[in-house]
Structures are given as structure tokens and as C-alpha cells.
């Protein structure tokens, strides 16, 4: 594999306490997929060397968590809930999850990979070297494998590195005769076993929620996973507090995501479990939702906050990871320092990538090149600029 220098950047990246900063070095060597090294006085030769002419070198950006694989789309009910119907009465009346669920599994693989790769390209264009991918619209064992098939075929076709995520607890099925408690006996009897044998994907997910699966129905799953060998995350505390994101620390979670109704005394949970807190401000924006996540005693535990696009077609249609820092702080008061940490050393905490998501030797070679005045203005500008040199793993994909 080739070696490439990049010489005259300006270097930035979070640190070890996960403060994004400017660090003092201007060359970064590329081999053999790794950062190979940091610094002012870098000689060794490389089969490429690029001149960044004072241009700043970042970490690919990583989005720990869509739904970037599903068929049709819910402008009919953002319609309606631009009239004040809300997203729980959609979802009881059969629309929502269920109704892409439908127009997932009226695809054959052909069209819904390339939808989805239509979609992915977007994030690639914007500096993503790393993106999440759910399944969790297809809810029979054909669509589910088929989803996470797709993603795994976007990984390749786009040089984008691509984290699976089971989801198979996301809704109960449309048209189904089971009832929830045989769902997740077949999630957990049936499909984890499957998806972890053929490595169908590197953790499990759950909704967890009045309208998703209850707590118990949760930990049945996360128990299942774990007797996979498989890392869980929970869609938790997102439309009421069902303390889904305590169970998930029990479990270890990677992350819990959404986490709006979390209550502050179960913050320290999460503290003690390593578990990141995934902040999901467009899923925020499109519900109109009033409630914020407890910013500050996350901050006061430190427990490390992640930001995501949650890219899905019902509540968070946004295909763009920067417009979504840009909400963290417009929304929930991040700083554009805690919003570029939670797109890169936080995200990939999130994943459980020990390697991603910082410019330091022996990190995965995941970096781009961007013609700006500083970091902060990528989250201060909305759609203001692309990158104008990406590596992925160490390879030029632009
Ligand atoms: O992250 N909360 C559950 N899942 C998605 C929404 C999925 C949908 O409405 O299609 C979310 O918001
Ligand atoms: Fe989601």
C-alpha cells in the first residue's frame, strides 16, 4: 500500500480529554492505512506528497448512527405533522416505522442499494469517512439480511468504512400475527444468532420506547446480544423517560442515543459504564421537540457526547453530519469545540472504534483536507464547504 506526505498543514484534532485544538505540527505521514506520523520534521520519502498550502487536515468526520437504508419516503406525514398530528399517533395509526418498513420490502436489492448509495454519497462528499448504518426496516429475516447486505456493499462501492447495526427491535411488524413477546423471541431465538454467526453486524440496537419495546422486552434483547458476543446501543429516552438508558449501562452499552427525557440522576450511570451519550438534534428539529437532553450533567460527569445525523426517513430526513454540529450548539448549546469531538473522537467511541476519529500515530489513516479559516467555521456555516483532499484508511478517494 502507498505512503503519501502531506506537508504545510495546519493540524487539528480532539486530544486525549476529547478538546478539539490546533496542535503544533505541520506534516502528517500516511502509511500503510495508519498515521504513521505527526510533526515539523518529517523526512522520510513517500511515494506521494501533497502540499496542503496552509489548508487544515481534520479526521474524517464519523456518523454513529443512521437508518440509511430504507425504501420510500414520509413526506405525507411530515405533512401531517406539519398540521399537528404527532409522531405517536402516525405510528399508532400503522404509519411511521411501518410504513417504511412497507416500501423497504416492495425493494428488490438492485434499486434499494442504489437509493441508499445515492444518500451515502452525500455524507462522503462532506468529509464522512465513517458512517453507522441500522437495519431495522425490513422486520422478517429476508429484509433485515438484505439491509445490512446493502450497507455492507455501500462500504465498498463508496470506500466509506461502514459499522453495522442490527435492529431488529425497532417495531413490531406491520401485517404480523405475533404479538410483541414472540417478535422478540424471533429477534432474539432467531435473527441475533444468524447476524452474529455470518457476521451480518458488529452491534445490536433497540428502540425502547411506548411506541418500540418495553424495558423488559429491551433487556431480552441486549442479554440475547450479549450472548452473541455482540455490543448493544439503545434508541432510549426519546419521547418519554422508560429508563432505557440505565438498562443499557447495565449492559454496557456503547451508546445511548437520543436521550432527551434522560433523567439527570441516571446520568452517572452512564459515567461508570464507558457508555457515549448520542446527541440526535435533527430527530429534534423534526418533531418540534421541546425537551432538551440534559446537556449539563452530562458535561458535569463527563460522560463523552456524540453527535449524529440519525438519517431516517421519518424523523430525521438530513443528510448532512455538519448541518446536524450546527443544530448541537444551536440547540442544545454545545460549543462548536464539544461539536467537531462529538463527529470525531466521540462518534467513534460511540462505535467502539478505539483506532478512529483522532490525528495521532497508529490511528486508522482517516483524514481530509478542508480550504477554510478555521475548524469552527464548518460548523458556523451551514452547507459552506466540501473537502477538497480525502483519505480513507490511508487511500486518496478525492
Ligand atoms: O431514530 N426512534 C426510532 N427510530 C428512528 C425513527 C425511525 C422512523 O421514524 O422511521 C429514530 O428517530
Ligand atoms: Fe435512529
Redesign the pocket.
Known amino acids: 500500500m502507498s505512503s503519501t506526505l502531506i506537508n504545510n498543514a495546519r493540524i487539528a484534532t480532539a486530544n486525549e480529554d476529547g478538546d478539539f485544538v490546533h496542535i503544533d505540527a505541520t506534516q502528517i505521514l500516511l502509511r500503510e492505512g495508519k498515521i504513521k506520523a505527526i510533526g515539523n520534521h518529517i523526512t522520510d520519502t513517500a511515494d506521494h506528497v501533497v502540499d496542503a498550502d496552509q489548508q487544515w487536515c481534520l479526521p474524517g468526520f464519523i456518523d454513529c448512527?443512521t437508518?440509511l437504508v430504507y425504501g420510500g419516503n414520509?413526506a405525507n406525514e411530515f405533512t401531517q405533522r406539519l398540521q399537528g398530528v404527532n409522531?405517536e399517533t402516525i405510528s399508532q395509526q400503522g404509519g411511521?416505522?411501518k410504513s417504511?418498513v412497507r416500501a423497504t420490502r416492495a425493494l428488490d436489492e438492485d434499486t434499494l442499494m442504489l437509493q441508499t448509495l445515492r444518500r451515502a454519497r452525500r455524507f462522503a462528499e462532506e468529509g464522512v469517512t465513517t458512517i453507522e448504518i441500522k437495519s431495522g426496516?425490513g422486520l422478517d429475516k429476508e429484509t433485515e439480511i438484505r439491509m445490512l447486505e446493502v450497507a455492507h456493499k455501500v462500504g465498498e462501492l463508496t470506500g466509506l468504512n461502514v459499522q453495522r447495526t442490527f435492529l431488529g427491535a425497532?417495531a413490531l411488524p406491520p401485517d404480523s400475527p405475533m404479538s410483541a413477546e414472540e417478535y422478540i423471541d424471533f429477534v432474539c431465538q432467531t435473527m441475533i444468532p444468524y447476524v452474529a454467526e455470518h457476521q451480518l453486524a458488529d452491534a445490536v440496537d433497540v428502540?425502547c420506547?411506548r411506541v418500540?419495546f418495553n424495558l423488559a422486552q429491551t433487556e431480552r434483547v441486549f442479554m440475547a446480544a450479549k450472548q452473541a458476543n455482540l455490543r448493544v446501543k439503545g434508541?432510549v429516552e426519546?419521547l418519554s423517560d422508560s429508563k432505557g438508558a440505565a438498562l443499557a449501562a447495565k449492559y454496557r452499552a456503547l451508546s445511548v442515543?437520543?436521550i432527551e427525557y434522560l433523567a439527570e440522576e441516571d446520568v452517572h450511570l452512564l459515567a461508570s459504564a464507558g457508555t457515549v451519550a448520542v446527541l440526535?438534534p435533527g430527530?429534534f428539529y423534526y418533531l418540534k421537540e421541546k425537551q432538551l437532553p440534559p446537556i449539563d450533567a452530562l458535561r458535569q460527569h463527563r460522560v463523552p457526547m456524540a453527535i449524529s445525523t440519525?438519517m431516517?426517513?421519518?424523523?430525521?430526513p438530513i443528510a448532512s453530519l455538519l448541518t446536524c454540529t450546527n443544530m448541537a450548539c444551536i440547540l442544545f448549546g454545545l460549543t462548536t469545540s464539544e461539536a467537531l469531538a462529538g463527529i470525531t473522537i466521540h462518534a467513534a467511541g460511540a462505535l467502539g472504534l478505539a483506532n478512529k476519529g483522532r490525528l495521532k500515530q497508529g490511528f486508522d489513516a482517516d483524514v481530509c483536507l478542508w480550504d477554510i479559516e478555521s475548524p469552527e467555521s464548518l460548523v458556523y456555516e451551514i452547507n459552506g464547504y466540501r473537502p477538497t483532499a480525502i483519505w480513507i484508511g490511508g487511500k486518496r478517494v478525492l
Open positions: 448512527h437508518h414520509r409522531y411511521g416505522i417504511t426496516y425497532h428502540f420506547e418500540g434508541h426519546q442515543d437520543h440526535l430527530a440519525d431516517n426517513p421519518g424523523t430525521s
